[in-house]
Nanobody, 129 residues
Framework: QVQLVESGGGSVQAGGSLRLSCAAS????????MGWFRQAPGKEREGVSS????????YYADSVKGRFTISQDNAKNTLYLQMNSLKPEDTAIYYC??????????????????????WGQGTQVTVSS
């Protein structure tokens, strides 16, 4: 059974940085999709970034391009999200997600929640102005 555990959330001031981690376990294949999503109070869960571990294809939401970087450490089975120049509107619960399908390799489908079957419990990120 795939398990995802996020960590690294916290409270920072605007302009600050955080690095989120997602420890993954239970995969039976070496290639799969992984993504970061976030959900602010009263809003729908939205895709932030994704990566395909088999080829490195990455996508970012327009709102985070140039500020966030997704990466993976295969040896540690860990996904990261480096978040720089944080803004108050980045405040949300951040979720790690994964799936064996390759929907994250498509620009049209990478940010849909239906593209991922496995989800972590989330980690809170709060950015104050």
């Amino acid at each position: 059974q795939v398990q995802l555990v996020e960590s690294g959330g916290g409270s920072v001031q605007a302009g600050g940085s955080l690095r989120l981690s997602c420890a993954a376990s239970g995969f039976i294949r070496s290639s799969y999709c992984m993504g970061w999503f976030r959900q602010a109070p009263g809003k729908e869960r939205e895709g932030v970034s994704s990566i395909y571990t088999g080829g490195g294809t990455t996508y970012y939401a327009d709102s985070v391009k140039g500020r966030f970087t997704i990466s993976q450490d295969n040896a540690k089975n860990t996904l990261y999200l480096q978040m720089n120049s944080l803004k108050p509107e980045d405040t949300a619960i951040y979720y790690c997600a994964a799936d064996y399908r390759t929907l994250c390799t498509s620009f049209r489908s990478w940010k849909g929640t239906s593209a991922y079957n496995y989800w972590g419990q989330g980690t809170q990120v709060t950015v104050s102005s």
